[in-house]
């Protein structure tokens, strides 16, 4: 006859009686199950791992409080919903190291660095030149970093609209002035020096 297996088990470290699955399996051991539950596992590898940090001079973190269905976000310290991680299938938790909103500001942090070799700081300064206001219509709050295509120097921050304004004048200083000469009502028009040639003005 079969005897049946217990219902439940105790910890050796915590004293609880516990079901067996909170107790990982281990060959060695008469009853298949480690002698400590999964729990006082946990925190005995946990300790273990805070003093052998501490022993070489590093700090570890202390372990937050988090409810179900949310992760504690280590860049800005805030306890988010689920729903504000990006997935990551390759993670344990199966989300992302930092949250959506950390994730953004990290990414125009590097756009700046790669594309303009600009830190937020030096752009924040440019703009606090600026007083807050476009480089170019002196109305509208500057939102993008403008530079030449061809050297890559910054030149300013713009607002959208001036922004896109230059880059349909294909930065073609000529073309603007050409373009500020007609809204002043001075439109410079071409001259037919022969069949199908025209002159532009100089």
């Known amino acids: 006859m079969v005897a049946e297996e217990p219902n439940t088990k105790q910890c050796t470290k915590c004293g609880r009686e516990l079901p067996p699955a909170a107790f990982a399996r281990d060959r060695n051991r008469r009853d298949g199950l480690q002698a400590y539950c999964r729990e006082c596992v946990a925190e005995y590898s946990a300790a273990h791992y805070r003093r052998r940090q501490e022993a070489i001079g590093k700090s ?67 703009i606090a030149a600026q007083r807050g206001l476009c480089a170019i219509c002196l109305a509208a709050p500057p939102a993008h970093v403008d530079h030449c295509h061809k050297t890559g120097r910054v030149r300013g921050v713009l607002c959208f609209n001036c922004n896109s304004a230059i880059g349909k004048l294909r930065d073609d200083p000529e073309a603007a002035r050409r373009a500020a000469a007609y809204l002043e009502g001075n439109a410079w028009k071409p001259t037919l020096v022969a069949p199908g040639v025209y002159q532009l003005p100089s």
């Open 60 to 126: 570890v973190r202390e372990k937050a409080d988090v409810p179900d269905g949310h992760k504690l976000c280590r860049m800005c310290g805030e306890v988010k919903p689920h729903s504000e991680w990006h997935r990551n299938a390759t993670a344990s938790d199966g989300l992302s190291t930092r949250c959506k909103a950390c994730r953004s500001v990290e990414g125009r942090a590097h756009h700046l660095k790669r594309n303009y070799g600009l830190t937020e700081a030096e752009r924040d300064a440019m």
